[in-house]
T-cell receptor, first 111, second 112 residues
């Protein structure tokens, strides 16, 4: 059984740029959730995707958007990057409503 | 989701039991107590969850008080690899679109 994987591991961008982060779900899971974790803080929920539709969203602006594909993998897109977007971005997969299993995260640094 | 309160940090001796408390006084009847932990620079790891009965698995035990306003996660024989931040979360299970609301957690340091 393959766990949740994320790519890339690390990424450096400059303010105003756009970034795409990728996540592959654990086998058999149909739901993907994304979280942002700033240094020293707990993860904060960005949004969740189920059956390729957004299925819940946290307090993040519209420049944070996502996609889920038919194979349940997912992308997180962030436009117009700001310095405060520097964080660890975590993806978690699950069956709908079930326990969430997290990937190792992507460390984004915005300069 | 109900709010949880945890001590910010605690130390534990290797080989001893670690008892991690969590207060969730505003928990609703349909909310479960979940525990996750996060080892440095890794994604959070699911540990255990329960509704009102005590639960045990290969990683830990979860003791929930009868009024469900608090719980304790027990690591029976702490090892150095159990050093991590432990998060207590309450959420409605089996609900689509349901998120995990993380607080600050308890930073546990297991010492030799």
């Amino acid at each position: 059984e393959t766990g949740v994987t994320q790519s890339p591991t690390h990424l450096i961008k400059t303010r105003g740029q756009q970034v795409t982060l990728r996540c592959s779900s654990q086998s058999g899971h149909n739901t993907v959730s994304w979280y942002q974790q700033a240094l020293g803080q707990g993860p904060q929920f960005i949004f969740q995707y189920y059956r390729e539709e957004e299925n819940g969203r946290g307090n993040f602006p519209p420049r944070f958007s996502g996609l889920q594909f038919p194979n349940y993998s997912s992308e997180l897109n962030v436009n117009a990057l700001e310095l405060d977007d520097s964080a660890l971005y975590l993806c978690a997969s699950s069956l709908v409503g079930g326990e969430q299993f997290f990937g190792p995260g992507t460390r984004l640094t915005v300069l | 989701d109900a709010k949880t309160t945890q001590p910010p940090s605690m130390d534990c001796a290797e080989g001893r039991a670690a008892n991690l408390p969590c207060n969730h006084s505003t928990i609703s009847g349909n909310e479960y107590v979940y525990w996750y932990r996060q080892i440095h620079s890794q994604g959070p790891q699911y540990i255990i969850h329960g509704l009102k009965n005590n639960e045990t698995n290969e990683m830990a035990s979860l003791i929930i008080t009868e009024d469900r306003k608090s719980s304790t996660l027990i690591l029976p024989h702490a090892t150095l690899r159990d050093t991590a931040v432990y998060y207590c979360i309450v959420r409605v299970s089996q609900a689509a679109g349901n998120k995990l609301t993380f607080g600050g957690g308890t930073r546990v340091l297991v010492k030799p």
